[in-house]
C-alpha cells in the first residue's frame, strides 16, 4: 500500500506543478501573445514549474536518503534535456496544426487557451518519461544495507 499511496502522491505532485506551468504559459500567452515565442514562454514555464516539481517530490514524495544539492544536480540532468525536447516537440506540433494561422482572427483570450492546450499531447508523453526516470534514478532509494548521509547536528537533537 505503501509504493500506491508515493505514486499518487507523485502524480499529484506532478499535475499540480503541471497545472502550474500551463497558467504560466496561459497568462504568458496572453499578456506577451506571439511576441515571446513558443521556445521562451515554454522555458520560463517549465523553469519554474520544475522548481515547484523538484521541491514537491523532494520533500513531499521520496525519502530524503540524498543530499538535497545531489538531487537537485540529477533533477536537472533530466529536466534541462526534456526542457528543450519538450519545446522543440512543441513547435513541430504547432507548426504541424497551423495553429498560427487557426487563431489568427481569435480574441487573445481563445488564442491563449488553443495555444496552451496544443502543449498537452506533448507533456502527457514527457511526463510519462519524467515519472520513470525521476522513480529510477533521480529520487531512487538507497540499496539496503547503504549507509545513509550523517545528519546535521540540529537532526539529531531533534529525534531524541
Known amino acids: 500500500m505503501k509504493k500506491a499511496k508515493q505514486a499518487f502522491v507523485f502524480l499529484l505532485c506532478s499535475f499540480s506543478s503541471f497545472l502550474f ?10 499578456f506577451f501573445g506571439t511576441w515571446m515565442g513558443e521556445y521562451a514562454e515554454k522555458l520560463i514555464a517549465r523553469a519554474l514549474s520544475s522548481l515547484l516539481n523538484f521541491h514537491l517530490n523532494f520533500f513531499l514524495v521520496f525519502p530524503k536518503d540524498e543530499h538535497y544539492g545531489k538531487s537537485l544536480v540529477k533533477y536537472y540532468c533530466l529536466a534541462i534535456p526534456v526542457m528543450f525536447i519538450s519545446a522543440k516537440l512543441l513547435e513541430l506540433v504547432a507548426q504541424w496544426s497551423r495553429i498560427d494561422q487557426l487563431t489568427a ?14 502543449n498537452a499531447p506533448v507533456d502527457i508523453l514527457m511526463m510519462t518519461i519524467n515519472f520513470l526516470v525521476q522513480k529510477f ?20 537533537a531533534e529525534s531524541e
Open 21 to 30: 506551468e500551463y497558467l504560466l504559459l496561459f497568462l504568458l500567452e496572453f
Open 137 to 156: 534514478w533521480v529520487f531512487a532509494r538507497k540499496k539496503p544495507g547503504t549507509p545513509l548521509p550523517e545528519k546535521p547536528e540540529g537532526d539529531r
Open 105 to 118: 482572427g481569435y480574441g487573445r483570450t481563445k488564442a491563449a487557451v488553443l495555444h496552451t492546450l496544443l
